[in-house]
């Protein structure tokens, strides 16, 4: 399969490209490195990069650097559209314009992340929009039409091997989800990659 992987030199993206470089054509965008660059908030840089990628299998995005994590009482405005316009806005325009590049049976793999449903003081600007990317995958997968899937991969942290438990994941443990939901025939499905626990929230 030709697979797109952005924010394919980040902690995630990387184990992601080296989980299914040895079966598949990887393509690597990121914003600064890879085999192509493009920005995912900015819509021309999207568009360019679908263009020059031409059709395509699947698309993972494992973009960092996507919430602002900050004492509730001191968050800004500023820090909750941060958010919005990349975790939400940037990954569902990726969606919506790479649903016109993606090939018959191809396959969109979101991030979300365990904050949703695991929140504490400092992360009001970031669980929301997990949700948020969470239910448009729910809502939106049953809709694509030519057998297109969607899927979202919600992780916990992601730690050094040394330090992984429950609620403590590795960037592997992360990446092997990504590559369930490219490779597998499922649709609609939140994956989460939660250190063990998945079971208290169905
Ligand atoms: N790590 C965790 O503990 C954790 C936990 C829960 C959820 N998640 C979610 O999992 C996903 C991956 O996390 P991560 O820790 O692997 O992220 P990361 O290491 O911070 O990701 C960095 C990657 O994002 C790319 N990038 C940054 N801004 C970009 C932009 N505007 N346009 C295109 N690419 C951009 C970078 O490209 P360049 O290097 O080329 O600049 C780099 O490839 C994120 O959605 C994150 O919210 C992570």
Redesign the pocket.
């Known amino acids: 399969m030709k697979i797109i992987v ?8 990387q184990e992601v490209v080296k989980a299914l470089s040895p079966k598949h054509e990887v393509i690597r ?6 085999d192509l ?5 900015d819509k021309s840089s999207v568009l360019k990069m679908f263009e020059d990628v031409g059709d395509f299998d699947g698309l993972i995005v ?6 602002v994590f900050k004492h509730f009482r001191d968050l800004e405005d500023a820090d909750f559209m941060l958010g919005f316009e ?2 939400f806005l940037a990954q569902i325009n990726l969606v919506k314009e790479g649903y016109k590049f993606i090939r018959d049976g191809g396959s969109f793999t979101l ?5 949703s449903h695991y929140p504490n003081k400092n992360s009001a600007a970031t669980g929301p929009f997990n949700a948020a990317v969470d239910a448009y995958v729910h809502g939106v997968a049953p809709h694509l039409e030519r057998g297109v899937r969607l899927n979202v991969v919600s ?4 730690v050094e091997p040394e330090r992984i438990g429950v609620g403590l994941i590795s ?1 592997e443990d992360s990446a092997q989800a990504y590559v369930e939901s490219v490779t597998g025939s499922f649709t609609g499905q939140i994956l989460k990659v939660w250190g063990g626990l998945e079971k208290n929230h169905e």
């Open positions: 952005l924010g394919a030199s980040g902690r995630v993206g965008v990121g914003r600064s490195q890879g660059r493009a920005d995912y908030t494992t973009v960092g650097g996507d919430s990349r975790k991030s979300s992340g365990f904050l992780p916990a942290p992601v960037a």
